[in-house]
């Protein structure tokens, strides 16, 4: 260490300095270092839109949304008809002509063209009504359930955000000890120098030194870390600067609506409970297959030909249609036995949405008690952190009067630090119970109500 070859300054400006520095983290939110550098910050909405758009699990959620619609397509195409067109050229060895009357007929030529245009439609078919239900309610459950994966992820981006927050804040308030420390040891050495105090105040004040300047250390590793773990959730490069969600804030202090009006809206809303609920639809929708399997199907079909061989027809166009029944009468119990698996499925169906329901009242519930436990929390913590702020205060005034030590300047300091600390980190736990919160309500971060895909 070099501060000894720094020039002096008077002892009690230099505590005063420390102890006001401190202060100034007394602020109702201590205002972060990002929202006073300079350029633009990157806000909680766009760190949430960047993620939607850059993140693999959520362009992986969305081709699921692609899957079920193909899926429902097919189901669609079963009512459509079919046409096909064929064609074929022969090349023989020889030619053969029969002379009927006066007439030399050609009955199979050199080289043979012919063609034909099949169609065919199904009139009534068994699986075909049941399969298009299911694929509908599939499609549903699927667009649901993406926007529910899609939705979760925004949480996940919100909460990684807050906690980035919350670690700058942390390292301010490290940094602020580390030059108060810096600022102690300078004036315990000028006073040891000038034979007012023993060593032991010089001892302590460097002791405190390098507890604060470890304290930067790791502070700093962990904003590090949380910066790199914000940026690979957005798929973009390490964003350098965030602006606080005051909105946020200001929402987890507003008044809650009664538990039951919020399970009852919870429960109408939330995407996955919806997708389950259209899940449990398809299954049932499945039970009509082995039904209508019992009745026959019934198709249309028609055939158009040509040919340069007419033969004894004379004709080188042709064509036909026709009614085609098919009626499986025994199956082996086939039908039996996939009627029964069908059923208990739609019921294992409605068991999962009828236990998921049960689900969103304890995570309403429990949504709850945490929030009001972190308003608690934060309230607890504003009332130690002014309690610490005028200890630190009035200890530097009986140090400056020469009523206190060096050591009690230092620990008083300390004590504000911690509460600062956990000032911060009640504030930001009341951010993340509140998003807790929303996500229990089946809400975004940004309390709206998600949009459906495909809608």
């Given amino acids: 260490m070099d501060q000894a070859k720094r020039p002096k300054r008077p002892a009690g400006k230099m505590a005063a300095g420390g102890v006001a520095a401190l202060i100034l983290l007394a602020g109702p939110w201590f205002a972060s270092a990002q929202e006073t550098a300079q350029g633009e910050a990157l806000n909680m909405e766009t760190a949430i839109r960047l993620a939607l758009q850059n993140n693999e699990r ?21 009512f459509l ?5 064929s064609g074929s050229y022969t090349r023989r060895p020889f030619e053969v002509a029969r002379l009927i009357g006066n007439q030399n007929i050609i009955v199979q030529s050199y080289n ?16 075909s009504l049941p399969a298009l239900l299911q694929a509908n309610s599939n499609f549903k459950a699927d667009v649901l359930s993406t926007s529910d994966s899609k939705r979760l992820l925004a949480f996940e981006v919100a909460s990684a955000f807050v906690g980035t927050l919350s670690q700058d ?14 600022q102690s040891l300078d004036a315990a050495r000028a006073r040891f120098a000038a034979g007012l105090v023993s060593s032991n105040d010089v001892t302590r004040a460097e002791l405190e030194y390098a507890t604060a300047e470890l304290g930067v250390t790791q502070a700093k590793g962990q904003v590090d870390t949380t910066y790199l773990n914000l940026g690979y959730l957005l798929n973009t490069p390490t964003p350098t600067k965030l602006g606080a969600p005051e909105f946020l804030f200001r929402a987890a202090e507003a008044p809650l609506a009664p538990a039951e009006e919020l399970i009852a809206q919870a429960q109408a809303r939330r995407p996955d409970i919806s997708s389950l609920r259209w899940t449990a639809k398809g299954q049932h929708d499945s039970i009509l297959d082995p ?5 026959p199907s019934l198709t249309l079909t028609g055939r158009y030909t040509y040919t340069n061989e007419p033969g004894l027809t004379g004709r080188t166009f042709n064509w036909n249609t026709g009614l085609t029944m098919s009626w499986s009468v025994f199956d082996g119990l086939t039908r039996n036995n996939d009627f029964f698996e069908r059923r208990a499925l739609a019921y294992q169906a409605d068991l999962n949405l009828k236990a998921a329901l049960r689900k969103v009242e304890v995570d309403v519930r429990g949504a709850i008690v945490s929030l009001e436990s972190q308003r608690a929390a934060l309230r607890q913590a504003t009332i130690a952190h002014d309690i610490a702020t005028r200890n630190a205060a009035e200890t530097y005034e009986l140090y400056r009067q020469g009523l206190s030590s060096a050591l009690e300047v230092a620990d008083a300091n300390v004590r504000l630090f911690e509460a600062a600390v956990n000032l911060v980190r009640a504030r930001y736990g009341l951010a993340v119970s509140y998003l807790s919160f929303e996500s229990a309500l089946g809400l975004d971060p940004l309390g709206k109500e998600p949009a459906f895909e495909n809608d």
């Fill in 291 to 295: 039904t209508l399997k019992w009745l």
């Fill in 169 to 182: 804040q942390v390292l301010e308030a490290s940094k602020s000890r580390l030059d108060f420390a810096r």
């Fill in 81 to 85: 008809p079919t046409l096909s067109v």
């Fill in 58 to 78: 959520a362009i992986s959620a969305e081709q699921n949304v692609v899957v079920a619609d193909a899926e429902l397509k097919k189901a669609r195409a079963y």
């Fill in 112 to 127: 043979s063209l012919s063609g034909a245009a099949n169609f065919s439609l199904t009139l009534f078919d068994s699986r």
